[in-house]
């Protein structure tokens, strides 16, 4: 069955399960899945049941698709994403977002949990992405799907303009401090050497996760705007580095993602 016709048919399912009219979709990333508890949730669907959808394998990540009301405003949000290191293919990475697309969501706003290059930077603070660097593949390789975008789709801005000034306001209006910079994304799933550290730093890499550049390189190609955010959860200073276990990464986002949700729930209500 080729792509289109799945993400088609995945879309007919959900539509058919009562999600009608989504305008707003959000990626939860690592850590990041608390924000469902402000949504005024109307349905909820897990990825298991809906057709040719992907299984999220990664323990603290959910794997539901959520319908309901943030900040007024009908969103659909995957309380779980899928990552290259799991073993997908960069299509079945992104497959959610082109059923977003085709569901009718205008906006997409994606998290994630990302390490701090930048040393001005601390864990616990939040980043937006202003640009990335994407040393992962993309889901546009092979032949080009025309339904969905254009052969060789423009990268000049890949995080919408108007959606990171409606950020910056909202994270003023609530004293919320908010970096901006570049991500770069990386294949994972081990974390960085400090030399490897260096040279991420030295390409111009604020932060650094293993997510996110796949479904904004696809948003991209079928013109969805984008907002994208990181939760800093520990500190890449790679002339000083230090262990990290990743429950002490959960940790972390789990208490700044308070600070995302005020943010993601302002953008939403001003969109």
């Given amino acids: 069955m080729n792509e289109l016709k799945k993400i088609k048919e995945s879309a007919d399912y959900i539509k058919n399960a009562g999600f009608s009219e989504g305008t707003i979709g959000i990626i939860l990333g690592t850590g990041l899945g608390n924000l469902v508890t402000k949504i005024?949730?109307?349905?909820?669907?897990?990825?298991?049941?809906?057709?040719?959808f992907p299984e999220s394998?990664?323990?603290?990540?959910?794997?539901?698709?959520?319908?309901?009301?943030?900040?007024?405003?009908?969103?659909?949000?995957?309380?779980?994403?899928?990552?290259?290191?799991?073993?997908?293919?960069?299509?079945?990475?992104?497959?959610?977002?082109r059923v977003m697309k085709m569901l009718g969501i205008t906006n997409l706003l994606v998290s994630n949990a990302a390490g701090a290059i930048n040393t001005s930077f601390k864990k616990g603070e939040l980043m937006l992405i202003t640009d990335h660097i994407n040393l992962q593949s993309n889901a546009l390789i092979g032949a080009n799907i025309p339904e969905l975008g254009t052969r060789f789709p423009d990268m000049s801005e890949p995080y919408s303009k108007k959606l990171?000034?409606?950020?910056?306001?909202?994270?003023?209006?609530n004293q919320i401090k908010l970096h901006e910079g570049t991500y770069v994304s990386v294949q994972g799933p081990m974390l960085e050497t400090a030399a490897e550290y260096r040279y991420l730093d030295r390409i111009g890499a604020d932060a650094v996760g293993m997510s996110t550049t796949p479904e904004v390189i696809a948003a991209n190609h079928m013109g969805l705007p984008v907002l994208a955010i990181s939760v800093l959860?520990?500190?890449?200073?790679?002339?000083?580095?230090?262990?990290?276990?990743?429950?002490?990464?959960?940790?972390v986002a789990g208490k700044a993602e308070k600070k995302l949700s005020v943010l993601f729930e302002g953008i939403v209500a001003s969109i």
């Fill in 40 to 52: 005024e949730i109307e349905k909820e669907l897990s990825y298991t049941d809906i057709p040719h």
């Fill in 57 to 97: 394998t990664v323990e603290f990540h959910s794997g539901k698709l959520i319908y309901g009301k943030l900040g007024g405003k009908q969103v659909i949000a995957m309380q779980g994403r899928f990552h290259y290191y799991e073993g997908y293919t960069m299509n079945e990475i992104v497959f959610p977002v």
């Fill in 233 to 251: 959860t520990d500190e890449c200073d790679y002339n000083n580095l230090k262990p990290v276990d990743i429950s002490e990464i959960i940790a």
């Fill in 164 to 173: 990171n000034h409606i950020s910056r306001k909202i994270a003023e209006t």
